[in-house]
C-alpha cells in the first residue's frame, strides 16, 4: 500500500526559528552573486559594494541562528545541512564571483577560485560528519578541523577595499603575472591560501 501523501508545505512547518535565519543567509548569498554579475554588465560599481555587503549580512544571519538555535534549545540534522549549503552560496561561490567580478579571470585565476570553492565545500562536509559523530557520543565537541568557511568575508573586505580605491579590473592589487602564455593575478592566491586552511588539520576551537 502507497504512503500517503504529505501536505503541501508540510516541511516548511518542520522548519525551526534558526532554520529561517539559515534560509536568508543563503538569500543573501544568492543576491550577492546576482548582484556582481549586474555589476559585470552596467560597470555602476555600486552592484560591487553590494554584492560585498550581502555577504556581510550573510554573516549576520550566520552568527543569528546558531545563536538562536541554542538560546531555544531546538536544532536539527535538517538545519545541520540548510545551514552547509548556505555557507556553500553565501561564503563559498558568492565570494568567488566577486573576485571574478573585480577581475581576477585569468586561466590561473579561475583554477584558484574553482579550488577555493571546492576546499569550502570539502571543509562543510567534513563538519557535518565530525558534528555527527561527536554529538553521538558522550564527548563534547570542543573543536573543529580548518578553518571555518565564513572567514572568506574578509577577503570580500579586502576586494571592496580594493574597489574603493579603484584598485579593480586591470588595477588589481598586485597586478597580473603572464605565465605560459595564461594570465595570473598574484591577488587570487588569498583564495587559494584560505582554501587550503579550511581543509587543514588546523584545530578551531568551538565557540
Not at 25 to 50: E, H, P, Q
Not at 59 to 68: K, N, Q, S
Amino acid at each position: 500500500m502507497a504512503a500517503p501523501a504529505k501536505k503541501p508545505f508540510a516541511m516548511i512547518r518542520e522548519f525551526h526559528l534558526a532554520d529561517w535565519f539559515t534560509l536568508g543567509n543563503a538569500a543573501c548569498g544568492t543576491c550577492a552573486i546576482f548582484a556582481i554579475m549586474r555589476y559585470l554588465t552596467s560597470a555602476d560599481v555600486v552592484y560591487l559594494y553590494l554584492a560585498c555587503g550581502l555577504v556581510v549580512a550573510a554573516l549576520v544571519f550566520d552568527v543569528l541562528d546558531g545563536r538562536i538555535a541554542r538560546w531555544r534549545q531546538k536544532s536539527s540534522a535538517l538545519g545541520r545541512e540548510l545551514d552547509s549549503l548556505a555557507d556553500v552560496i553565501s561564503f563559498g561561490v558568492a565570494p568567488a564571483a566577486i573576485a571574478y567580478g573585480c577581475g581576477m579571470r585569468g586561466l590561473y585565476d579561475l583554477v584558484i577560485l574553482t579550488y577555493f570553492v571546492v576546499c569550502g565545500v570539502s571543509r562543510l562536509a567534513r563538519y557535518n560528519i565530525t558534528a555527527e559523530f561527536l554529538s553521538g557520543g558522550s564527548a563534547k565537541v570542543t573543536h573543529f578541523e580548518g578553518t571555518p568557511i565564513p572567514t572568506s568575508v574578509v577577503l570580500v573586505l579586502l576586494l571592496a577595499s580594493a574597489s574603493a580605491s579603484g584598485a579593480v579590473g586591470p588595477g588589481l592589487w598586485g597586478g597580473e603575472l603572464s605565465l605560459a602564455g595564461f594570465t595570473l593575478h598574484p591577488m587570487a592566491l588569498l583564495f587559494g591560501v584560505s582554501g587550503s586552511l579550511m581543509i587543514s588539520r588546523l584545530r578551531i576551537p568551538k565557540l
